[in-house]
């Protein structure tokens, strides 16, 4: 999932212009003032939600950070735009000046944004992903309905090999645009040739992670356990020998390029 946000005067009015150019579903978060619901919170409950016969549906709740929600978004749409989080670690299209965390666009007047521009300027950046996302995309595959297993790796940031090691804060990581994707392109290719093993798809987060946020997905959709397992273990190893992505830690002492150790 693509996630763009905006910020500043007139951010509402680019997300709606923009919503329609995008291709595919496409959902929008609204940050809101922190009393917005408190006047419908019912006591004891976290979420509600409404639904109709036809599949129309709302809902509300208190326990949801950004981070969480788009995880949860991005197993279900192509796009999320987001206005009035400026301090969002996603792609940001500052409006009036507005200061932002990662700002990629600045216009003065959203009457000043291409549209067109960008919306094709969306799909260039890091797209947001989570094991969901990816368990949900191999269920679609053509071959789906021949595969009795699907077997899953995720690796995350780890705070410390030892009882005596300064605390791992976060990991950040680098990567040689689409020569990393080329070459785990390749991998699951090659995974894919094996008896029964009928998808196989991967993905490595760059930029700042944090302690206990996740890194990389492995998924693989097979015929039996058998090989998904020996494909997904296969296939982290692979990914971690042979893709070229380069990791600087951060620890509470430190800051250090892995490979240079």
Known sequence: ???????????????????PKLDGRVATVESLPGTARQSETTDGVSGSYGLTPDGDWMGGGDDRTLDSLLDELAAQYDFALLTGFPEARVPTVSLGGTDATNVVTEAEDVDDIDVDELAAEVESFEPHVTLESLVEQIKDDPQADYAGAIATFTGRVRAKDAEGDARTVTLEFEKYDGVAEAKMATISEELEARDGVYRV??????GRIEDGEDIVFVVVLAGHRTEAFETVEDGINRLKDEVPIFKKETTVEEEFWVHDR
């Not at 999932?1 to 919503?19: D, F």
């Not at 798809?201 to 760059?206: G, K, Q, S, T």
């Open 201 to 206: 798809v991967m993905h490595h987060r760059v």
């Open 1 to 19: 999932m693509y996630v763009l946000g905006v910020v500043g005067p007139g951010a509402t009015v680019l997300c709606e212009r923009l919503a």
